[in-house]
């Protein structure tokens, strides 16, 4: 799942513009204030940049047409050839079929022995009728598929010289470039702000109204493990897929039976490991799918549990654990914040808690959160007309209110996480397992930038 970014790029020497078709856009602009060259560049989805390999593909596709071209030709060469000769002796086949009807009426004149040499012959040539239908019909098709293989000629010839207005190399060595350029201001990006949310996409239909699925931002790009925990208590076991299409299909690869009972659904999955809540408590448990073991357990003081500050559902979401491209994040709410929402971010080895942030929002009155880079987006509800309404910087320790709204198709989300690798936001609606966009506003640094 991609999302599309929206990246301002020092390019100061160079304005270049690329067509929508060719994937990256980038378009420069004037200085700002501080004198510095702002350029926009939005990322295309995935493989938009590999004209070169469809443009091959369809010169393959243009040859192998032409080549059967060449073969029907001469396959209709020879069944016209064929059919002369067979058109021939169904000319002389009907003629002694009639001579014969006329020498069987008179079979009582003939001698016996003639008549039954006449008999003979018309008995071999019989088999040579259905042979002379089945020319007809073959006569008919090969016409067609001659008419077929013009036809196509023409438009594959027609969308070859449309893309042909660029040579294959130079274009093949533009996107190289371009990929490159834009590889190097990747490496220059700043986290993102959340601007828009757009989906849902559904996945999957499964489970209670309740639960939680994820895959490991820190996983590479060849893992596409899938996590999947059915409801918010009374349960031990995570259920494994290899990747979304097994999910969908329901292939079940793996299943680790806890050793303790979760609470709520915000769990995360994070370098290989689950972090969760254990029932009924405030401590947080850390699981190692690869050992199969608890590698570490912590306490997170004064945070409560048990349905005491939940998201507005309920369901012991009191404590909702989460990770961005910064790290590991547990958001929760304390008596000594007058039940407000605290941040805290964990080290991911020892849970131990490395800074806290108090906020001014009733956790009660959250439908659910997510951290984007350092920043917590708070959804006013986990019902109809939900929208992110609320965000807390950690940088800055600011807060704001937004007005991002999104679609809740189902009803009733009672789990939302944003994965920083897929830059999605995975939640559960309502027994249904769906995937959002976002798009995400994004500043990249420049040399002089201090």
Same mark, same amino acid.
């Given at each position: ?14 304005? =270049? ?69 067979? !058109? ?7 003629? !002694? ?110 489970? =209670? ?86 590698? /570490? ?14 998201? =507005? ?19 929760? /709410? ?63 320790? =600011? ?52």
């Amino acid at each position: 799942i991609l999302i599309k970014l929206l990246l301002f790029i020092i390019d100061p020497n160079r304005e =270049t513009q690329i067509s929508p078709k060719e994937g990256w856009q980038v378009y420069s602009s004037a200085q700002d204030p501080d004198g510095r060259c702002i350029c926009t560049v939005v990322a295309p989805e995935q493989n938009l940049c590999s004209r070169d390999a469809k443009s091959r593909q369809l010169r393959q596709l243009l040859e192998k047409v032409q080549n059967m071209s060449q073969s029907i030709e001469v396959l209709n060469l020879r069944t016209q050839r064929d059919f002369q000769y067979v !058109l021939k002796m169904e000319t002389q086949m009907k003629g !002694l079929k009639a001579k014969f009807r006329q020498i069987e009426d008179d079979r009582k004149t003939l001698m016996t022995k003639h008549f039954q040499e006449l008999k003979e012959k018309m008995d071999e040539l019989l088999p040579l009728i259905p042979v002379l239908e089945q020319y007809k019909t073959d006569a008919k098709l090969i016409t067609q598929f001659k008419e077929e293989i013009r036809n196509l000629s023409a438009v594959l010839t027609g969308i070859q010289e449309e893309i042909g207005a660029y040579d294959y190399e130079e274009l093949h060595q533009r996107v190289l470039s371009l990929e490159t350029r834009l590889r190097d201001c990747m490496k220059k990006l700043t986290c993102g702000k959340l601007m828009k949310i757009t989906g849902p996409i559904t996945v999957k239909t499964s489970g =209670t109204r309740f639960g939680a699925w994820m895959t490991d931002p820190l996983a590479s790009e060849k893992n596409n493990r899938v996590w999947y925990m059915d409801s918010y208590t009374n349960n031990k076991i995570v259920r494994e897929y290899k990747s979304i299409a097994d999910f969908v299909s329901g292939a079940e690869s793996r299943t680790y039976n806890l050793p303790f009972k979760w609470a709520g659904t915000n769990h995360v999955v994070y370098n290989g490991s689950l972090y969760f809540n254990k029932y009924q408590s405030n401590i947080i448990i850390k699981y190692s799918f690869d050992m199969g073991r608890v590698l /570490a357990q912590r306490s997170l003081e004064y945070a409560g549990f048990h349905n005491v500050y939940p998201y =507005t559902w309920g369901g012991f979401s009191d404590i909702d654990l989460m990770a961005d491209e910064i790290g590991l994040w547990a958001v929760y /709410a304390t008596n000594q914040n007058a039940g407000n929402i605290v941040i805290s971010q964990l080290n991911q080895d020892t849970l131990e808690v490395m800074k806290s942030w108090s906020t001014g929002y009733p956790k009660r009155s959250a439908g659910e959160s997510f951290m984007i880079c350092g920043t917590l987006y708070v959804t006013n509800s986990h019902l109809t007309g939900a929208k992110v309404y609320y965000s807390y910087s950690t940088k800055t320790s =600011t807060y704001e209110y937004t007005d991002i709204p999104f679609h809740n198709q189902y009803f009733h989300i009672s789990m939302l996480d944003y994965n920083a690798r897929d830059r999605a936001l995975y939640a559960w609606n309502n027994g249904h397992q769906v995937l959002f966009n976002v798009t995400l506003f994004h500043i990249i640094k420049t040399e002089d930038d201090t």
